[in-house]
């Protein structure tokens, strides 16, 4: 087994038998409040959740997170999530593609994603440090054609790939490798962290560099330090074991990531991190962002039968209609503008970054 199939299949195993949320960090979402109303002018079968998302419409404000791929249990889950995707029409990424690229025996690990969902919107994936290393638009191509992708998501995971042994960080070069990218790329493209949050500094960075979106994956959610923390202590890697356990809860929370993101940029935005309700959609679509997405929460129903999976998913677009519901709003353009009371540490983040918060509550002394 390659070493990139080898560390596929264990974070696979990883996240499936220990506790790899958050320990500490919570994701914020706990200080934000809607408003409810008691007595809202229309039905809760009116509530409508449809939307366009880069030019194709979706049923729900919901995407299926990156997980896997690279391995025989990848492919089957990677069938399960997509028959989910194509069946209830809501977006879905696959794992990187990293392991297709270094062996095209691997590729069908991911092309039972658009076998599976010939008409959901689907986001091919490639790490930013391997373009620092040598990817060019030819591995690009070979990505986005392998699933058809609608759109690619370049990941930033520089805390994986640090506490990760033999991770993979020289990031010298990366804004520029990428800057020059981007105009040859057919599909839009999204930048993408993986647990640690986008803060408002480096999501202008990635608008200037042509990015057309950004997923937050705030902290506070599943912590791949703690992935690697827990993967390098069975391996024997102490040092590292050490290094994710000390950084388990490092980066910035997914609520202020979210306001940063949308405060400083006009891109496309995908809230991820700790989603784990309809609330928390809600919560992050009246924050600002377009999209939610969700990944743990679905891993083990996806190594069981899609109909796990959609079962999960119909729950998150019940509870994101009762919310809506309750807030008074028809549909996801009524949402967003829906006031909201943000209160706690991410009130004491986002004063303490400079932003205006004087319509989202109390003024603070």
Same mark, same amino acid.
Request: net charge neutral; proline share 3%; with cysteine.
């Given at each position: 087994?390659?070493?990139?199939?080898?560390?596929?299949?264990?974070?696979?195993?990883?996240?499936?038998?220990?506790?790899?949320?958050?320990?500490?960090?919570?994701?914020?979402?706990?200080?934000?409040?809607?408003?409810?109303?008691?007595?809202?002018?229309?039905?809760?079968?009116?509530?409508?959740?449809?939307?366009?998302?880069?030019?194709?419409?979706?049923?729900?404000?919901?995407?299926?997170? /990156? #997980?896997?791929? %690279?391995?025989?249990? *990848? =492919?089957?889950? @990677?069938?399960? !999530?997509?028959? +989910?995707? &194509?069946?209830?029409?809501? /977006? #879905?990424?696959? %794992?990187?593609?990293? *392991? =297709?690229?270094? @062996?095209?025996? !691997?590729?069908? +690990?991911? &092309?039972?994603?658009?076998?599976?969902?010939?008409?959901?919107?689907?986001? *091919?994936?490639?790490?930013?440090?391997?373009?620092?290393?040598?990817?060019?638009?030819?591995?690009?191509?070979?990505?986005?054609?392998?699933?058809? *992708?609608?759109?690619?998501?370049?990941?930033?995971?520089?805390?994986?790939?640090?506490?990760?042994?033999?991770?993979?960080?020289?990031?010298?070069?990366?804004?520029?490798?990428?800057s020059d990218l981007i105009p040859k790329v057919d599909v839009p493209v999204i930048a993408k962290e993986t647990g640690a949050g986008i803060s408002a500094e480096t999501a202008k960075k990635l608008e200037k560099a042509g990015f057309k979106g950004i997923d937050v994956g705030g902290a506070g959610g599943t912590s791949f330090a703690g992935v690697e923390a827990l993967r390098a202590k069975d391996s024997l890697y102490y040092y590292h074991a050490e290094l994710g356990n000390v950084f388990w809860d490092w980066g910035i929370p997914t609520a202020p990531s979210i306001f940063e993101v949308k405060h400083s940029t006009n891109l496309t935005l995908i809230a991820s991190g700790g989603i784990r309700s309809g609330i928390d959609i809600?919560?992050?679509?009246?924050?600002?962002?377009?999209?939610?997405?969700?990944?743990?929460?679905?891993?083990?129903?996806?190594?069981?039968?899609?109909?796990?999976?959609?079962?999960?998913?119909?729950?998150?677009?019940?509870?994101?209609?009762?919310?809506?519901?309750?807030?008074?709003?028809?549909?996801?353009?009524?949402?967003?503008?829906?006031?909201?009371?943000?209160?706690?540490?991410?009130?004491?983040?986002?004063?303490?970054?400079?932003?205006?918060?004087?319509?989202?509550?109390?003024?603070?002394?």
């Open positions: 087994m390659s070493e990139t199939k080898q560390r596929k299949s264990s974070h696979i195993q990883t996240c499936i038998e220990n506790n790899v949320q958050a320990k500490g960090t919570t994701t914020g979402f706990e200080d934000i409040y809607l408003i409810h109303q008691a007595l809202p002018d229309f039905s809760l079968e009116d509530v409508n959740i449809s939307m366009i998302f880069f030019d194709k419409p979706l049923s729900a404000p919901i995407m299926i997170e /990156a #997980m896997t791929g %690279g391995t025989e249990e *990848a =492919a089957f889950i @990677n069938a399960q !999530l997509a028959k +989910t995707a &194509e069946s209830i029409n809501i /977006a #879905m990424g696959v %794992g990187s593609q990293r *392991a =297709a690229i270094e @062996n095209s025996d !691997l590729t069908y +690990t991911y &092309e039972v994603a658009r076998e599976n969902a010939p008409n959901a919107f689907l986001l *091919a994936n490639l790490g930013v440090s391997q373009f620092v290393k040598d990817y060019s638009i030819i591995e690009v191509k070979k990505a986005i054609n392998m699933i058809k *992708a609608d759109a690619l998501a370049i990941h930033l995971n520089p805390l994986q790939e640090a506490v990760q042994p033999n991770g993979d960080t020289l990031f010298s070069g990366a804004y520029n490798k990428i809600a919560k992050a679509i009246v924050l600002g962002a377009q999209v939610a997405g969700v990944a743990l929460p679905l891993l083990k129903p996806a190594m069981k039968s899609s109909k796990f999976v959609n079962e999960c998913v119909r729950d998150l677009i019940g509870q994101l209609k009762t919310a809506m519901f309750l807030t008074g709003a028809r549909d996801l353009s009524e949402l967003k503008n829906k006031p909201m009371v943000i209160t706690g540490k991410t009130r004491e983040w986002l004063l303490s970054r400079g932003f205006n918060l004087n319509k989202y509550g109390r003024r603070s002394n």
